[in-house]
């Protein structure tokens, strides 16, 4: 069965804290990785990841995929309140869907 | 970027009665329109994909005459939960991709809450 598994489920930081959130997957025939931010409604787009080893980067938020062990993170810098929202990683699947991790929902208090 | 809209933002409906929520993308031709469903505290759950003019498929799981998905324009989708009860109460969100869109090319809609008494 394909999973994408996120971690810490959930995590509360101060203001200018450094947080690195996590996604696992399992599946052979791996396409993509996205990464995108869901405040209280739509998911808005972070990035797409397909390469292993590159890190892509905007503002304060950077991703990297690790393609040999399954995984990818997502960073963020010098947090701030606007940061906080939950964070969703999805799977581009051979049939060109999205499959969503479980999400992690940061709070970044003042 | 581009701009996908659903109607309405938020419907309460007695048990028993359907429920119509329309997704729309405003400004692109969406070959291919996504419903999912979000409980809360969940993560997004693919209920199935329609491509203008054919019938949708739907995820393992998903009854298709309980949710009725119709593609029938380039730019609208609607998604009908019929005979709703309490445990379709739920925030459904659509998402639309264009014509050989890549995956960061798919934009979401704002989504629906139904909460169904």
């Known amino acids: 069965e394909d999973k994408v598994v996120q971690s810490p489920l959930s995590l509360v930081v101060h203001e200018g804290d450094t947080v690195t959130l996590n996604c696992s997957y399992e599946v052979t025939n791996f396409r993509s990785l996205l990464w995108y931010k869901q405040e209280k409604k739509a998911p808005t787009f972070l990035f797409m990841l397909t390469s292993s080893g590159i890190e892509k980067k905007s503002g304060r938020l950077s991703s990297i995929l690790d393609k040999k062990e399954l995984f990818s993170i997502l960073n963020i810098t010098a947090t701030q309140t606007g940061d906080s929202a939950v964070y969703l990683c999805a799977r581009l699947t051979g049939a060109n869907n999205l499959f969503f991790g479980t999400g992690t929902r940061l709070t970044v208090i003042p | 970027g581009a701009v996908v809209s659903q109607h309405p933002s938020r419907v309460i409906c007695k048990s028993g009665t359907s429920v119509k929520i329309e997704c729309r993308s405003l400004?692109?031709?969406?070959?291919?329109m996504f419903w999912y469903r979000q409980f809360p505290k969940q993560s997004l759950m693919l209920m199935a994909t329609?491509?203008?003019?054919?019938?949708?498929?739907?995820e393992q799981g998903v009854e298709k005459d309980k949710f009725l998905i119709n593609h029938a324009s380039l730019t609208l989708s609607t998604l009908t939960v019929t005979s709703a009860h309490p445990e379709d109460s739920s925030f459904y969100i659509c998402?639309?991709?264009?014509?050989?869109?890549?995956?960061?090319?798919?934009?979401f809609g704002p989504g629906t809450r139904l909460t169904v008494l």
């Open positions: 329609s491509n203008e003019g054919s019938k949708a498929t739907y």
């Open positions: 400004d692109f031709q969406a070959t291919t």
């Open positions: 998402s639309a991709r264009g014509a050989g869109g890549r995956a960061d090319t798919q934009y």
